[in-house]
């Protein structure tokens, strides 16, 4: 049978893919218009050529083998029969294909007719389909999908690993199943239904075993329909939790070592800087109540406290109760509630105390470990606290004792010094007044002046006993004023109990007398060195050498005549002499009386 030449070209015409006409001996006999499309020939350029022209180079030898099998066996075979075929263009690129074929034509002619289909496109959706499940199958985040109507259809290894369910135990089941009643989950579906973009939102799914976890969701429809379902993208955010608390919780201990700093910083009281202390506990610990307590002595007392002022008063009640049952735990006083405490280390003079800071919340409640680590911190605080207002009050005693130390050196060096002047003027002049009633007048004031003077000696006394200010601590004093007008430190040795009972009599004299001769030292010697030396035993004695120019004849003895006439007021002795090897020795001594047990 002889198929037209015609009638072939009709029906490739008809054809709606590219085909090619080929004879027995694998010539091409005839093209559609397709054809010279797909392959970018003329079909004068095919006609007549082998059919391997369009044939990559590489599977030529193989496609005659099969082509000469084919002719010995005709048969028709559909497009898409699993083969893997490429053809290739006039230009040299290749390009996938499905290739039908079928014979055609009689016993004389035998033709055989191939359908050509390029499947680029189908091969790069393919493609990119198995990738993205590629994606999806190796994802660390949890990737599933679910019908419009909730129930789960693709499930992840991932989404197993993150929540503990086997992908045959959820596919095919619907998501309440899982995790039921989520708004977050709900609002994000909504959204996706009404076309809206979201972002991934934060909730919390429980996995399989019981346990929370914090997990970020975005929702997208599949394939873009409203019934084509959705897709589910779930990231695990437990690191980024715990980083986010983290911060949080720093930056809650910064504005808390900020407010307690201004606090201590700022001259308040002790109490309200560990009210202060007291308030950041229960805010970082999260506690009902919190109240630092000190002991001392048998007694307890909230020093500082914060929180449920119910709470306080029980906590208040229950110092005595523990106090009453000498008992050391909470739990015995406080049964209904959780209670924590925290020692309190005091320092120095405060060893003798027992401090704590304790936390009081419901029954159950727990500070994590990371808040109780800030909390325990805060133990610093309360005791910078109690040091800097020991610091205080010691500084406000030696404001105090500095006063006094002036008032009364300036009544000592001032006014008793005028009025004693006075006294000895009004004294030459008695003898002449030649009237009897003027002079026992004058003489009657020389009393009173006396007397006076004997009063104002007495409030020095008073002035100079502050407490805390003992004669040891005087003689440091005086020997550091001295070191400025010398211009370097005098040697200072102390022998015998300079924290004696010396009557203060004594002491404000020597106090005195040690002051005129470092300041005379300072003045007048030219010295590179002071030695002071400070005796007590059955006298005191008071002896200041230095290495300078030595005594000379003074322009001024008012002041070795004071400290003279101090020693024999009391009893005593002054000698200045000489020093070993040049300068000028200066030695007082008075007697001490008999103390009891001597």
Not at 4 to 15: K, N, R, Y
Request: proline share 4%.
């Amino acid at each position: 049978m002889h198929l037209g030449t015609h009638m072939l070209e009709t029906f490739l015409s008809l054809m709606p893919d590219a085909a090619v006409a080929v004879d027995g001996h694998g010539t091409i006999v005839a093209v559609n218009i397709r054809t010279e499309a797909f392959f970018g020939y003329r079909a004068a350029e095919l006609e007549g050529k082998p059919v391997e022209l369009l044939v990559p180079e590489r599977f030529r030898h193989a496609h005659r083998r099969q082509r000469s099998g084919y002719s010995e066996e005709p048969h028709a075979r559909p497009m898409g029969a699993g083969l893997e075929l490429y053809a290739r263009r006039k230009d040299g690129t290749e390009f996938p294909v499905d290739i039908s074929l079928a014979p055609i034509g009689g016993d004389e002619e035998q033709l055989v007719v191939a359908a050509v289909r390029d499947i680029s496109e189908r091969k790069a959706a393919q493609s990119a389909q198995a990738q993205l499940a590629a994606i999806v199958e190796s994802s660390a985040d949890a990737i599933f999908s679910m019908t419009a109507s909730g129930v789960i259809t693709s499930w992840n290894p991932a989404a197993e690993a993150m929540f503990g369910y086997e992908r045959p135990t959820v596919v095919g089941h619907h998501i309440s199943q899982f995790f039921p009643d989520d708004p977050v989950l709900e609002d994000l579906l909504d959204a996706a239904r009404s076309g809206r973009k979201t972002l991934s939102h934060d909730t919390r799914w429980q996995r399989a075993d019981g346990h929370m976890l914090d997990v970020a969701i975005s929702v997208s429809l599949l394939d873009g329909r409203l019934d084509g379902g959705y897709s589910l993208l779930v990231r695990d955010i437990t690191v980024r939790k715990a980083a986010e608390l983290e911060l949080q919780r720093q930056a809650r201990w910064q504005q808390a070592a900020a407010e307690i700093r201004l606090s201590l910083l700022s001259d308040s009281s002790l109490e309200h800087s560990l009210d202060v202390v007291c308030k950041w506990a229960a805010r970082l610990s999260r506690a009902s109540a919190t109240a630092i307590v000190v002991c001392q002595g048998g007694r307890c007392r909230m020093a500082g406290h914060w929180g449920d002022q119910e709470v306080l008063a029980r906590l208040g009640k229950s110092l005595r109760e523990l106090i009453a049952a000498e008992a050391t735990d909470w739990t015995e006083v406080l049964p209904d509630m959780s209670v924590m405490a925290f020692d309190i280390t005091l320092a120095g003079e405060e060893r003798a105390t027992d401090a704590s800071l304790v936390l009081v919340g419901p029954p159950g409640w727990l500070p994590s470990p990371a808040d109780e680590e800030v909390v325990a911190s805060l133990t610093g605080q309360a005791v910078l606290a109690f040091e800097l207002a020991a610091v205080r009050s010691e500084r406000d005693r030696l404001l105090i004792s500095a006063d006094r130390e002036r008032i009364a050196r300036d009544l000592h060096d001032l006014v008793i010094q005028r009025l004693f002047g006075a006294g000895l003027r009004l004294q030459g002049a008695l003898g002449l007044i030649p009237n009897q009633a003027a002079a026992a007048r004058v003489s009657s004031t020389i009393d009173d002046l006396d007397t006076t003077i004997k009063e104002i000696r007495e409030a020095i006394f008073a002035l100079e006993s502050a407490p805390g200010t003992g004669f040891r601590a005087k003689v440091l004093e005086r020997v550091a004023e001295a070191t400025e007008a010398l211009g370097f430190k005098p040697s200072l040795a102390l022998h015998g109990d300079t924290e004696a009972d010396i009557p203060m009599p004594v002491q404000v004299e020597a106090n005195a007398v040690l002051r005129e001769a470092l300041s005379n030292a300072a003045r007048h010697s030219q010295a590179t060195r002071v030695d002071v030396v400070v005796t007590v035993d059955d006298e005191l004695g008071v002896l200041v050498v230095d290495n300078g120019v030595g005594i000379g004849t003074p322009s001024r003895t008012s002041g070795i005549a004071n400290a003279r006439a101090r020693a024999e007021l009391l009893g005593g002795h002054l000698d200045i002499t000489p020093a070993e090897g040049g300068g000028t020795r200066f030695h007082w001594l008075v007697p001490l009386p008999a103390r009891s047990g001597d």
